[in-house]
């Protein structure tokens, strides 16, 4: 699979929007964009997916580079609950490979109040 | 809660034992996949199951096997336990094997503690 680079961790305050970077420069054409999110002591947590084009759905954004080297999730308005660690994913939807998605370290988000 | 079931939450175990951790998938689940999370190491993919056969192998040791059930249920099962195999189980489930543009559904966790 196609790696991912996500900042170690970032900080926001709460009830502002926050703008989570990854980049992926050898992504390949067959390559989705997934986010997911773990919360302190649980699973990890389905945000929001693409391919081509930004994505909207009710809890976040997803702003892809036209060429797609590089991906953005937006969080519009975050709350103390948004405090997790953020993994940016690629799977390419050939299914060649393990099926298993292949999460990094992801990025720690501190919400302060 | 996102629908997936994983028993037990939490186990207690010694060196050199075996346990057998359970997940129920999402109801019209087929796929169930299983995931290592240790404290120094991030999410590591072990193994994928679709509707009881075998599909993807991650990076699952020799004394780890599982399966998947008639009913879509799987078991994780672990032997020959060592201290550094104590660290949180997740299952999770999707509805296809291929997770691509499917989300994947991940349950609590089981928390392995091996003394």
């Known amino acids: 699979d196609a790696k991912t680079t996500q900042p170690n961790s970032m900080e926001s305050n709460e009830e502002e929007p926050v703008h989570l970077p990854c980049n992926h420069s050898t992504i390949s054409g067959t390559d989705y964009i997934h986010w997911y999110r773990q919360l302190p002591s649980q699973g990890p947590e389905y945000v929001i997916h693409?391919?081509?084009s930004n994505v909207n759905n009710r809890m976040a954004s997803l702003a892809i580079a036209e060429d797609r080297k590089s991906s953005t999730l937006i969080l519009h308005r975050a709350t103390l609950r948004d405090a997790a660690v953020y993994y940016c994913i690629l799977r390419d939807w050939s299914g060649g490979g393990a099926d298993g998605l292949t999460f990094g370290k992801g990025t720690h988000l501190i919400i302060q109040p | 809660d996102s629908g997936v079931t994983q028993t037990p939450k939490h186990l207690i175990t010694a060196t050199g034992q075996r346990v057998t951790l359970r997940c129920s998938p999402r109801s019209g689940d087929l796929s169930v996949y299983w995931y290592q999370q240790s404290l120094d190491q991030g999410l590591q993919f072990l193994i994928q199951?679709?509707?009881?056969?075998?599909?993807a192998k991650g990076n699952i040791l020799e004394r780890f096997s599982a399966q998947q059930f008639p009913d879509l249920h799987s078991e994780l099962n672990l032997s020959s336990l060592e201290l550094g195999d104590s660290a949180l189980y997740f299952c999770?489930?999707?509805?296809?094997?291929?997770?691509?543009?499917?989300?994947?559904?991940f349950g609590e966790g089981s928390r392995l503690t091996v003394l």
């Open positions: 999770a489930s999707s509805v296809e094997p291929y997770p691509t543009g499917w989300s994947m559904f």
């Open positions: 693409g391919l081509t």
């Open positions: 199951y679709y509707n009881g056969e075998e599909r």
